[in-house]
């Protein structure tokens, strides 16, 4: 922690750059307002929020050997459900930041962030009591429940993305948009660890068949209702923590223009409208750049879900049997996400001002697909049996590298727009991320 206020000290400590963009089309002037004063109190919201934005999504995959267990009668149910799940969620989200990105006159960014913590709460309490009180359903009604679900988080996280880039991008301070993305980094890590030790607590579980005769763990109810009952406790924290935010900066975007414009503050602030093909021309290398990495990355669920310890089940260790060790996975991914994303506090190995390294990057990470490929799918043996090769080399560096160019692009896009595009560039840049995500999600049908 030490570390990281240190980072961000400098960061605060250091001169504004201007941006230089060597298209000779683009005759933006990069005008720069003055950034408000650093709060820490603002910092932890921020990060909150991104804790919230994404801890849905990686409930839902940390919590796949639950799923597992309901779906483990139907072969092909147990087959379709994390593609399926995928997809739902992206496209969803994708559609909803597609429509709210084309809504930006007169758009209210603090009403979204509400709705969709709203949204939040109303469908994770549902799951939870899907655990208790549901427990005889069919696999069938089961999977449109869940489905029903994840549409329903997935229509939040949307409203989220969209509204958070937008508002925090207001502020015109990237040290708040880092806490965005380190926040989404933390949502990765606690549900897995709150997974494995809900897993831990309670007595070992039998397994069943599943597909390809690979074992389906059981798991029990009683923990699954906890667990999933954390995603509404740490929605009502975010909403509470928002309330608190609104109050001290109701239109961050008026608080900064005012002082140079004049603008009466007591009168509704009127919005740029800017089309998405100029946001794309001035942020194209960040904004391609963005759509690849989480494009590559959403390979990731569908493997990691597939992928078991080189480990004989009945002589492993609890921690690598695949009600933990599928969990155990999703946390080395993450842990290596968020620490991508801490890394983007370093000065010298930042790089905002050289979108176009960042852009040659993202295509890289796609040799981390052949990589999976050598590890234990559905149990069939490894190219390499190494459990440290699948969870070090492949998990942790791939989420290292997903963190890193995700902030880096994100927080990077403000610096190339002029300062009333700059929250119709947040929200741009969140729909290029799910338009990623999306894209991701579906090709990650030819993997399943």
């Known amino acids: 922690m030490e570390r990281i206020r240190n980072a961000l000290s400098q960061r605060l400590s250091s001169p504004i750059y201007e ?6 089309d683009n005759e933006s002037t ?21 804790i919230s934005m994404l801890w849905a999504w990686n409930m839902f995959l ?14 092909s149910l147990l087959s379709a459900f994390p593609s399926a ?7 969803t989200g994708f559609a909803c930041m597609l429509l709210l990105t084309h809504l930006q006159s007169g758009a209210n960014y603090p009403n979204r962030i509400i709705l969709s913590l709203i949204l939040n709460i109303v469908a994770f309490t549902l799951l939870a009591l899907s655990t208790v009180l549901f427990r005889s359903v069919s696999p069938g009604a089961y999977f449109g429940f869940l489905m029903a679900i994840v549409f329903t988080a997935s229509l939040a996280t949307g409203f989220c993305q969209n509204g958070v880039f937008a508002y925090v991008s207001g502020f015109g301070m990237g040290e708040y948009t880092q806490a965005i993305m380190t926040g989404q980094g933390v949502a990765g890590v606690l549900p897995c660890i709150a997974q494995i030790v809900s897993v831990l607590s309670v007595n070992e579980p039998d397994a069943e068949a599943g597909k390809d005769g690979a074992p389906v763990p059981q798991q029990s109810g009683k923990s699954a209702f906890a667990y999933f009952l954390t995603a509404t406790a740490v929605s009502v924290a975010a909403l509470l923590a928002f309330m608190l935010l609104l109050r001290r900066h109701p239109d961050p975007s008026t608080d900064i223009k005012s002082p140079i414009e004049g603008s ?19 942020l194209r290398y960040l904004a391609s750049a963005v759509f690849l990495t989480f494009s590559i990355t959403m390979f990731f669920p569908v493997f990691t879900q597939q992928i078991l310890s080189v480990r004989p089940i009945d002589t492993a260790p609890r921690i690598l049997r695949p009600d933990c060790f599928i969990p155990l996975a999703f946390l080395l991914w993450n842990t290596g996400d968020l620490l991508g994303r801490l890394l983007t506090l370093i000065p010298s190995i930042n790089l905002v001002r050289w979108p176009r390294v960042v852009f040659v990057l993202s295509i890289a990470r796609g040799i981390f697909i052949p990589l999976y490929l050598l590890c234990n799918i559905h149990g069939r043996g ?24 995700g902030s880096t692009c994100m927080m990077g896009a403000g610096e190339w727009v002029d300062v009333e595009e700059r929250e119709a560039a ?9 338009a990623g995500l999306t894209v991701g999600s579906l090709l990650s049908f030819a993997v399943a």
């Not at 998405?276 to 021309?281: E, G, I, N, S, V």
């Not at 947040?426 to 799910?434: A, S, Y």
């Open 382 to 405: 490894a190219a390499i049996p190494s459990d440290a090769f699948y969870l070090i080399i492949v998990q942790l560096l791939f989420g290292i590298s997903n963190g890193y160019l």
């Open 264 to 282: 009466d503050q007591s009168e509704p602030p009127t919005r740029k409208v800017v089309s998405l093909w100029t946001l794309f021309k001035k």
């Open 62 to 75: 940390a919590a796949s050997p639950y799923f597992q267990h309901r779906f483990h009668t139907s072969p």
């Open 30 to 50: 990069h005008q720069r307002a003055p950034k408000q004063r650093f709060s820490w109190i603002e910092y932890s919201i921020f990060l909150l929020l991104g």
């Open 85 to 91: 799940l995928i997809s739902v969620s992206t496209v």
């Open 19 to 24: 941006a230089i963009d060597d298209d000779p």
């Open 426 to 434: 947040g929200g741009f840049m969140g729909l290029m991320l799910v």
